[in-house]
Nanobody, 127 residues
């Protein structure tokens, strides 16, 4: 059974850091591009970052450049999203998703635009 499971979310103060993990099972995660997406309350889902199978990163949101980074450990079937200098506007449910191709050219991807999705982890940035 194919699964993507996110973890590492929680409540953090502005300026703090979190590292989200995306664990894959039931497929060879290393063959896939993995994207992180987020959906804030009342807003549409947006792409944040994506990492290709060759470790190239694609940013979809300018506001996270310099603060968020993405990495992967194929031996452990894990992809990480390191989030530093968090801001209240980063509050959202964060999802990871996998696609057996290159990272999408746009962060506005339909559910069918990725092969597998996780169920999300909530990140709340608040004093």
């Amino acid at each position: 059974q194919v699964q993507l499971v996110e973890s590492g979310g929680g409540l953090v103060q502005p300026g703090g850091s979190l590292r989200l993990s995306c664990a894959g099972s039931g497929f060879i995660l290393g063959y896939y591009a993995i994207g992180w997406f987020r959906q804030a309350p009342g807003k549409e889902r947006e792409g944040v970052l994506c990492i290709s199978g060759s470790d190239d990163s694609t940013y979809y949101v300018d506001s996270v450049k310099g603060r968020f980074t993405i990495s992967r450990d194929n031996a452990k079937d894990l992809v990480y999203l390191q989030m530093n200098s968090l801001k209240p506007e980063d509050t959202a449910v964060y999802y990871c998703a996998a696609v057996l191709s290159s990272c999408p050219s746009s962060g506005h991807v339909s559910l069918h635009g990725m092969d597998y999705w996780g169920k999300g982890t909530l990140v709340t940035v608040s004093p």
